[in-house]
Each structure stands twice: as structure tokens, then as C-alpha cells.
């Protein structure tokens, strides 16, 4: 049985991160065991596969599917023990930091992340870009193993071509942000990285974007923006998946999505400040001014936004971002 399984990520079972033999003695007895298996998975052995209940990681089955012989037979729907926010942080990222590097920013999602991994940590910008200089500041105040790595602007165009090949919605937004995974994506792959742990989810959990100031229904706002992380998640992984990574995501971990649903909406972003839990757990490791601190998105912060303007212009497109990437999926 061991040889037929093929496992892309981790599977984690009652907080143990599973072995191949762990896993093939488990099938050996049924499957049933799936249904409360965490991590962020795709498992096939013959005969069946399954994949974690997110569908971070793609796979041969829908999200939290367990199919057997063609045939569904359950799903994955882990049930964690209810900790306090700080604790299921540092759990799920204690699970994922056996390997790899931390996207950072130096903003709180990442920089939680990279306090508690201990994981060399990666900036990515054009030169002289707010990421890559607030990221360094960052990282020399906290005592972090840091790699600032500059992008030429014209290595931009490249990375767009190769992001519009695999992302499955050719958005502005959605086209800035693969563009700039995939320099993150091509330093991890070059240095033998096989896992990239980002801050995707943290937004959606605890309201950092803008419109949670302004919306008059913020938990529908907070249903609406989860439910979104799925196609999110498949292009991100399709960006790191073109140099053999896979990104991890703590704070979509089964344990912090619980333990910030169990936190009222209106205390998730409170008094005008966003993601008001998150930051408090962030000051247990971080100093109060990087916890506290409001960094602009990644294409914005690293440059590369400015740059793919530049690139609509001088290709006619004055007002029309979107018109560029429709003329780079046809090059």
C-alpha cells in the first residue's frame, strides 16, 4: 500500500502530522479516519483520494472530498479542540514549519507568521519599493533570517505572461498579485524550497480590508469574502506550483478558522481598526508598532502594480490595465 500512495503537502491527524507509513497503515483499515484529518492535502492511493477540507492544495476531487471506486463516500471535516486565538495560531504554524519560507511583507499577518516559524523569510520589490525597505526594518527589529530580492522591472512582463497561463481569472487584481507570488515562488524554487507559508486567509478571518470600515453588514461581508478564498487559493498555487512550491496558509489552519468565527464580527474590526484580534495576538511577539501597523496589499507595497500601469500605457492601453492582460493571454 505505501507505494501507492501519493501525498502532495501534509496531513496532520489529532494535532501529529502523519507519515507515508503512517498513512498507509490508517487505509489499510477503512477511511472513515479522513473524515478528521487537518493540513492542507491531496492523497491518492488506488482506488481513492481525498483532499483537505479547504482545497488548498488541488487535487484529483473536489475540496474536503473522499472518494472511493469513483464513488464519494464522506468528506473531511476536522472538529479541533477550541483554543484561544494566540494558541491556534502558534499551533498551525508550528505544524507547517518543518520546511520552507515565509512570504513577508513585515506587515502583522506575515510577520506573526515569521516570529513564530523560525523559517528563512523572503521580500520581493522593485528597487527602493515601501515592501522591501519596511521588510528589512522589520526583520532587523525582530531578529529574523531575511532576504530582500529586488525585481527588474522589466522581469515583470515575463511573470505576467507565465501568471495568465495558469491563474483561473485574469483580473487586474488577481494578475498583480499571481505576478508578484511568482517571484516569491521562483526564489523559493531556486533555493530548494518546497513550501511557501503566506498570510492568505487573515484578511478575510478578521476584516483588513477597507470596505469593513464602511459596510453596514459586516458578517455577511465576512461570509461573502471566506467563501471567496477557494478561487483565490487556486491561483496561488498555480503560480507556485511553476517552480514545484506549494503555498501554506496558518491562518486558514481548521483550529483559527475556528477560534476567529467564534469572535463577534464587530469585534473583529473594532474602533476603526482592522483585524483589531489578530493584532492583539501580535503583540504577544511582535513590538506594539509592526502589530499595529497598516501596510498597503503586495502589488501595491512591492512595485508591482506601478509597473504593470506602466506596461498598459506603453502598450496604448491609457486607462485600460485590463486591456494589457487581454493582449498578453492572446501573445
Known sequence: MKDDISLTGWIERDGRVMTTADIADALSEGYAWLKACGGEFSLAWDGGCARDCLGIIQGQCGPGEIVVDGVAIGRVSPEPPALPLADAIETAV????????????????SALIAAIADLPCVTVGIEGSHDLRHAARVAAEVGLDHTSVIIQPEEVETALKAVTQVIPRMSPVDVS????????????????????????????????????????????????????????????????????????????DCRVVRAAEGIPAAERVFGGVRKRPLRLVARQYLPAEIACYEKKAMQYGSGIWKVIRRGARNNGYKNSVQGYINQLTRA
Open 94 to 109: 508550528l505544524l507547517r514549519n518543518s520546511e520552507g519560507v515565509v512570504a513577508f511583507s513585515g506587515g502583522v499577518d
Open 177 to 252: 498579485i499571481a505576478s508578484t507570488l511568482y517571484f516569491v515562488a521562483r526564489w523559493a524554487g531556486e533555493h530548494g524550497h518546497r513550501r511557501i507559508l503566506a498570510g492568505q486567509g487573515a484578511d478575510e478571518l478578521f476584516g483588513g480590508y477597507a470596505r469593513y470600515l464602511e459596510t453596514n453588514d459586516m458578517e455577511g461581508l465576512f461570509r461573502k469574502d471566506f467563501e471567496g478564498l477557494r478561487i483565490q487559493g487556486t491561483r496561488d498555487q498555480a503560480v507556485a506550483g511553476l517552480f514545484g512550491c506549494a503555498i501554506s496558509c496558518p491562518y486558514l
